[in-house]
């Protein structure tokens, strides 16, 4: 069984079709890379599978799960965790809090305790910050743990988010363009940081990016949208050299 089955999913805005009759599998363990212009529906393909959207036609399975017309909040305790193209920490909180709000779903306290700092609460929050030194120690933003994480460096905000999607323990992680914005030695570093975060973590892995050099270097196969339509699917070797991939996305110099 698939761990991510998508089939003949298509969204409406309005009339408007943003993915059309769209069919995905992903087996556990999987890097795959989703790519095509912008516009294509690449984030709306994240935001159905994440509860965002809600499909207006097929369904999303999640290890035999149906996620069609479950919350984002549902989602993401099955085991479904996302970044997204614009970083969206909470700017005002420092590195440390910005961690600890993803376990507050599993935080044992009553709102009672929580108010009244009484009974689990004391424990709770010990257990919580703890856990989420340990994730920043792994990340090695243990240090800038009491700064706000607006003061962090570009490439550091990006890790903090990933850190913290990954605090919520998923098995799948959805990365919403993490190159956007970085120069070619940031990329280098987030080529070797994926790789790292697939092996450490043991998650598998869905990457929305225009950056070639990313996809290309560590997806293990790619899919090419192109209006809401799948145009191509295959290892990014054969996705390089696809006649419809370079005439709607990639152009003549990708194949040189």
């Not at 305790?77 to 590195?95: D, H, M, P, S, Y």
């Not at 044992?108 to 305790?113: A, D, G, H, K």
């Not at 890790?159 to 992680?173: D, G, M, Y």
Request: charged letters at 20%; proline letters at 4%.
């Amino acid at each position: 069984m698939p761990l991510l089955e998508l089939k003949n999913i298509t969204h409406r805005f309005e009339g408007l079709c943003a993915v059309a009759n769209f069919n995905f599998q992903l087996a556990q363990g999987e890097l795959v890379g989703i790519i095509g212009p912008n516009g294509a529906g690449k984030t709306t393909v994240f935001n159905l599978i994440t509860g965002v959207y809600r499909a207006t036609e097929g369904s999303i399975s999640f290890n035999g799960d149906e996620l069609v017309g479950k919350t984002p909040h549902q989602i993401t305790k099955r085991g479904i965790a996302r970044t997204f193209q614009n970083i969206r920490l909470f700017k005002e909180l420092t590195v440390l809090d910005n961690v600890r709000t993803a376990y507050f779903g599993e935080a044992l306290y009553s709102p009672l305790e929580a108010l009244l700092h009484i009974g689990r609460y004391r424990s709770e929050e010990k257990r919580i910050t703890e856990r989420a030194l340990e994730l920043l120690a792994i990340f090695k933003l243990d240090d800038a743990a009491s700064e706000l994480s607006k003061n962090l460096s570009y490439g550091l905000q990006r890790k903090l988010e990933i850190a913290r999607a990954l605090a919520t323990n998923p098995q799948l992680l959805l990365l919403d363009e993490p190159a956007a914005g970085m120069n070619p030695n940031e990329i280098k570093q987030l080529m070797y940081f994926i790789g790292w975060i697939r092996k450490t973590f043991s998650v598998t892995i869905i990457l929305i990016e225009h950056q070639m050099r990313l996809v290309m270097g560590i997806c293990e196969r790619l899919v090419v949208l192109d209006f809401g339509a799948t145009i191509a699917q295959g290892l990014p070797s054969e996705i390089k050299s696809n006649p419809k991939v370079l005439e709607a996305y990639l152009g003549e110099e990708a194949a040189k």
